[in-house]
């Protein structure tokens, strides 16, 4: 299947800061990725659509100031956590589709801990 | 009611055991069906993709859809403990609709 690299795969950061997370098509174009977010014993929640060149689209309740998304070439995403506070500890994962109506690859995850 | 129901467990086997896991839908307009694997703290695996009603084997993994019954199933033989992770049924209508996801069930397969 095809390879989608996120990085890096645990944080620590004081309240306050603002941390940043990749995530990269490897072996091919990604035209839209998507960012989730998943509590501990639940399932992920869609947080926004990422599009090549364009602005991402949130989902309801997600605040767009709070969590940058920057989608500047085919094979890269970035998430920003602007501001963090403890409360946006989560793990955080992106996804790409490789096409329309194709299938949806994942990477591994950025565990969020926000002291 | 919820547009993607999965009982989330937890399911705990013996090594060997066959495994069955389901989710059921409601919307009518889902077309794509996928079972993705996560293990914990990990992003999920994409385990099997189906589009059509019936069976797709890969495997020891087996994926059935019944779209007259709104349900879909994922058959796991002779399981065993690398077995051992949360499953996931995700659907959706297709082009660029997204994924709708269930809960996740967690399985245990046991040595």
């Known amino acids: 299947g095809a390879v989608v690299s996120q990085h890096p795969s645990w944080v620590i950061c004081k309240s306050g800061t603002s941390v940043k997370i990749e995530c990269r098509s490897l072996d091919f174009q990604a035209t839209t990725m998507f960012w989730y977010r998943q509590f501990p014993k639940q399932s992920l929640m869609l947080m926004a659509t990422?599009?090549?060149?364009?602005?991402?689209?949130?989902e309801q309740g997600v605040e767009k100031d709070k969590f940058l998304i920057n989608h500047a070439s085919l094979t890269l995403s970035t998430l920003t956590v602007t501001s963090a506070h403890p409360e946006d500890s989560s793990f955080y994962i992106c996804s790409a589709r490789t096409g329309v109506g194709e299938k949806l690859f994942f990477g591994s995850g950025t565990q969020l801990s926000v002291l | 009611q919820k547009e993607v129901e999965q009982d989330p467990g937890p399911l705990s086997v013996p090594e060997g055991a066959i495994v069955s896991l389901n989710c059921t839908y409601s919307?009518?307009?889902?077309?794509?069906f996928m079972w993705y694997r996560q293990y914990s703290r990990k992003g999920p695996e994409l385990l099997m993709y189906?589009?059509?009603?019936g069976n797709k084997e890969d495997g020891r993994f087996t994926a059935q859809v019944d779209k007259s019954s709104k349900y879909i199933s994922l058959f796991i033989r002779d399981s065993q403990p690398s077995d051992s992770a949360t499953y996931l049924c995700a659907m959706n209508p297709g082009g660029s609709e997204k994924l709708v996801f269930g809960k996740g069930t967690k399985l245990t397969v046991n040595p």
């Open positions: 990422s599009n090549e060149g364009s602005k991402a689209t949130y």
């Open positions: 919307n009518s307009a889902f077309q794509y």
């Open positions: 189906t589009y059509s009603s």
